[in-house]
């Protein structure tokens, strides 16, 4: 009988066929085009593939699949055949079953000692990777992925036999040392006759004592070790606390309590809380959580970063020299400064630290607690921060402030294009007030309660300084230190993302200055002189500015590459393709009903960003770009001032439309700027709504869309990376991002109609063909 041939498992369960779900529906196949349909086809045949046959970090493909027939699978790579055959030279058995023969391909030296020189650079090669390596050796792709797979699992499976021989070596140890604890025992005499003792003369409670000791010396030891990977300290060995059993009779429970008690190296009490606090007094207010295990650790490896923090932050050169993003590190000095420091650099990642300094408006206190609450932290540096979370809480603090706070959580950090990835860290932050009477907030990552196959950013000591000044002012000193791995970056922000200004401390310090001047400016208990127009009242002046940082807020969140948006890119022209995603709004009073269609676009232009700013923000040169506006008159309604740059202001603005069929419509819209970028970002509001919010009502009902713009230097003053030929002035070009939102179905259930897609893609094009017109007008007068 001829045996069965094994197909290729297409077909799921209820005829229904196996596949990734995309952003467009396929039902909607009369809305796509013939290659967007085989796109998704070969997206489906690619999900076929057995689990087996893909690594775990090829299981999510970005936007498109090669074509895969069966036959690819049957010409898998045996690199690693002992006897150097092909499987095929013995004699075939007559009453044998015909097996259909399987073809096997010996690599040549060359080809392993290319592919054992690319797996060092990058393990994880992507899909145009293997590719490129299959041409220049000359194999199969899929040859060259079960490669990189079978390498992979080796390294996996040889680090996994070096702790199995490491684990195997303590545990011999700690039976050696029980057995001579059993052997004193066996020896122990009797305190009043002077005979031998046997176990069970001794009391309930100091046998319990005992046992209670030793298991607490094996766990500190045990977690001693595992600080030590991650600090770069030598494991402490924490001696035994024996007594005499006759001393031990006479004391009180809780002085034997004490005696056996045991402490984590370095956890005393100045380096947890600094002076006047007790030495356990982080350990034990600690709560009890999923990560109680973890607590000693997490503590050692927090106090250790402290420590370098401190240090970063305190010494010049030679640590520190002259930078872009303000002070760069010298890492040849830090290795020698922080021998060991917390652990060797991780392979694949690009170091990256910077130091910047700022005195800004507010109280060290006020600055504490924003630093402290995840929430009211992701708020004030909305445009850095998409998203932040607090996992754990471990310590609240003592005394009732934040002195000795301990917890547990993640943030993804952000620049406002989606040609920038985001970068996701999980670390712990950590709050010491200093004898000095400065108050230090430290992170560092927790890889190791949280691994991932592949690391992308890595939090090495990070945070800032506060020192109090007079007058409510306070001075800020910020570093910022990380590893990260930025492959993926577009050339077109590589050099802002290489020389630091994209994540380093100069952006952090730039946006906290900024923030507090706003926060200054909301808190005003009257009117400034320089607020204008039809705000009346301090209760409307406070509505109108939450409303606004709201506004920007949801801006900055909408237009980066987060984990958390799928883009999909429409055709274009390289750096300037229109990207696209779609949202559903339901029961969100923030926002109108519906389903809402985010597009967005990055461009470089060959003019300083100031001059863009001012540009983009003036209303009387509004019509010059806003379609929408239908070439109508600009009027400014309303000014809000909210720093001592004039460009740092909220306005409420009136277009009066040419039609006069058609009713006057109202913009809300934020400008702000600081060394790091500037941000123009607006929304049609109610007029209805409007005036509620400006006779001091609720802000968070009133239903928002922002569109707006995002403005950065194109890299360090004074370099054209981007070559346009003739030299720019001071200040180089700009990296421009124009992102929009608009609704384009009331109905949440609705399906997305590639005519509306097709109208916000044009819409997107032509406002940046008018942007750079008019820029480049302006910058070249003829």
């Known amino acids: 009988m001829t045996p069965a041939r094994r197909m290729p498992a297409m077909i799921g369960r209820n005829g229904m066929a196996f596949g990734s779900s995309s952003a467009l529906s396929l039902s909607q196949a009369d809305l796509l085009d013939s290659h967007h349909l085989q796109q ?73 000692q290319e592919m054992e020189a690319f797996f060092k650079e990058c393990p994880h090669p992507d899909d145009k990777q293997r590719k490129e390596l299959s041409r220049e050796l000359g194999l199969e792709p899929l040859q060259v992925k079960f490669w990189f797979q079978n390498k992979r699992t080796q390294m996996k499976n040889q680090h996994e036999r070096q702790e199995n021989a490491q684990l195997r070596a303590e545990n011999d140890k700690l039976r050696a040392e029980n057995m001579r604890y059993k052997e004193a025992l066996g020896t122990a005499s009797c305190p009043s006759c002077g005979g031998p003792a046997a176990l069970g003369e001794m009391s309930f409670d100091e046998h319990h004592l005992r046992l209670e000791n030793a298991r607490l010396r094996d766990e500190i030891d045990r977690i001693s070790g595992i600080a030590a990977k991650h600090v770069g300290k030598p494991m402490v ?25 045991v402490q984590p190296a370095g956890l005393g009490a100045d380096h947890l809380f600094g002076v006047g606090a007790g030495a356990g007094d982080l350990l034990r207010s600690v709560s009890t959580g999923q990560l109680d295990a973890d607590k000693p650790m997490i503590v050692e490896l927090a106090v250790a970063a402290m420590d370098e923090l401190l240090r970063m932050a305190r010494l010049d050169a030679p640590l520190w020299g002259g930078g872009v993003a303000g002070v760069q590190l010298d890492e040849e000095e830090y290795g020698r400064m922080f021998l060991g420091g917390l652990g060797p650099r991780q392979y694949g990642l690009r170091p990256e630290a910077s130091r910047d300094n700022a005195v800004v408006i507010m109280t060290r206190d006020s600055l504490v607690e924003i630093l402290m609450d995840a929430n009211r932290f992701a708020a004030v540096f909305s445009s850095i921060v998409s998203r932040a979370s607090t996992h754990e809480v471990l310590s609240t603090g003592v005394a009732g402030s ?17 040609l920038v990835p985001t970068r996701e860290s999980y670390f712990v932050r950590y709050c010491k007030n200093n004898p000095d009477g400065t108050w230090a907030v430290v992170d560092v990552s927790l890889d190791s309660l949280r691994p991932s196959p592949v690391m992308k950013c890595r939090r090495r000591p990070s945070g800032c300084l506060i020192q109090e000044m007079p007058n409510g002012y306070s001075k800020v000193t910020w570093v910022e230190h990380v590893e990260v791995d930025d492959r993926s970056v577009h050339n077109l922000y590589r050099p802002l993302v290489n020389s630091g200004l994209a ?95 985010n597009a967005a676009t990055s461009f470089w232009l060959p003019v300083p960003p100031k001059r863009v700013f001012d540009f983009l923000r003036d209303e009387t040169s509004r019509s010059e770009w806003d379609i929408l506006s239908n070439g109508g008159a600009v009027q400014e309604m309303a000014h809000i001032a909210n720093g001592r740059d004039h460009g740092n202001c909220v306005s409420l603005l009136r277009v009066n439309s040419a039609n006069s069929n058609q009713s006057n419509m109202l913009i809300l819209q934020e400008s702000c700027t600081d060394t790091s970028g500037s941000y123009v970002v607006y929304a049609p509001v109610d007029v209805v709504a409007m005036n509620v919010v400006l006779n001091g009502g609720d802000p968070d009902y009133v239903a928002l869309l922002p569109s707006g713009f995002a403005i950065l230097p194109d890299g360090p003053p004074g370099m054209a990376p981007h070559g346009e030929g003739a030299a720019l002035e001071a200040g180089g070009g700009s990296l421009l ?32 063909e008018r942007i750079k017109a008019a820029v480049c007008a302006e910058g070249n007068p003829q």
């Open 40 to 112: 998704a086809f070969q997206q489906q045949l690619f999900d076929q593939i057995p689990a087996t046959a893909v690594d775990s970090s090829d299981n999510i493909i970005h936007g498109r699949s090669d074509t895969l027939v069966a036959d690819e699978f049957e010409s898998k790579s045996c690199s690693e055949n002992p006897d150097g055959t092909s499987g095929d030279d013995g004699q075939e058995d007559p009453n044998q079953r015909p097996n259909k023969k399987k073809r096997y391909h010996r690599h040549t030296q060359h080809q392993i």
């Open 237 to 261: 060995s924490f001696p035994v606390l024996s007594s005499p059993l006759g001393a031990a009779a006479a004391r009180s429970p809780l002085d034997l309590a004490g005696a056996y008690s």
């Open 402 to 418: 934040y002195n000795g706070a301990l917890q547990v959580m993640s943030m993804e950090f952000q620049v406002p294009s989606p």
């Open 503 to 597: 994540f380093g401390a100069k952006r952090w310090v730039g946006t906290l200055d900024r923030q507090c001047e706003r926060l200054a400016s909301a808190m005003a208990s009257n009117i400034p002189n320089g607020d204008l127009g039809v705000i009346t009242s301090i209760e409307g002046r406070k509505s109108m500015l939450k409303l606004a940082e709201r506004m920007v807020a949801s801006f900055c969140g909408g237009v980066t590459a987060s984990a958390a948006h799928q883009w999909t890119t429409l055709s274009g022209s390289g750096a300037e393709d229109v990207r696209v995603m779609t949202r559903k709004s339901v029961d969100d009073p923030g926002r109108p009903p519906g389903i809402v269609l």
């Open 737 to 768: 991002t124009v992102a929009f939102q608009i609704l384009v179905d009331s109905v949440p259930t609705a399906k997305l109609s590639l005519g509306s897609v097709a109208t916000v893609n044009s819409l997107i094009a032509c406002t940046v």
